[in-house]
């Protein structure tokens, strides 16, 4: 059974850094392309980023030169290290891999 649980969201302030994690179970990241996603309140789930199982990476506009993916093989766990980050950065961020979800962490950019 593939179990993905994500964590290290909270409240940041506007300029604040966060690395959110994504720890897997039942699915190898290293076998598969995994992604971030984010929803706000009000909006629809949008693609953040995505690594491949080549260490390939790629960034929605939202995400290019503030966010950073990568993946620890040893550990099976996936992240996203944020930075600069912006109030329209708020949302609940996923993890997703081969069709399975984590349940979510909330990221709240606010002074």
């Known amino acids: 059974q593939v179990q993905l649980v994500e964590s290290g969201g909270g409240l940041v302030p506007p300029g604040g850094s966060l690395r959110l994690s994504c720890a897997a179970s039942g699915i190898l990241f290293r076998d598969y392309a995994m992604s971030w996603y984010r929803q706000a309140p009000g909006k629809r789930r949008e693609l953040v980023a995505t690594l491949t199982p080549a260490e390939n990476t790629y960034y929605e506009t939202v995400s290019q030169g503030r966010f950073t993916i990568s993946r620890d093989n040893a550990n099976n766990t996936a992240y996203l290290q944020m930075r600069s980050l912006k109030p329209e950065d708020t949302a609940v961020y996923y993890c997703?891999?081969?069709?399975?979800w984590g349940q979510g962490t909330q990221v709240t950019v606010s002074s």
């Open positions: 997703e891999a081969m069709g399975h």
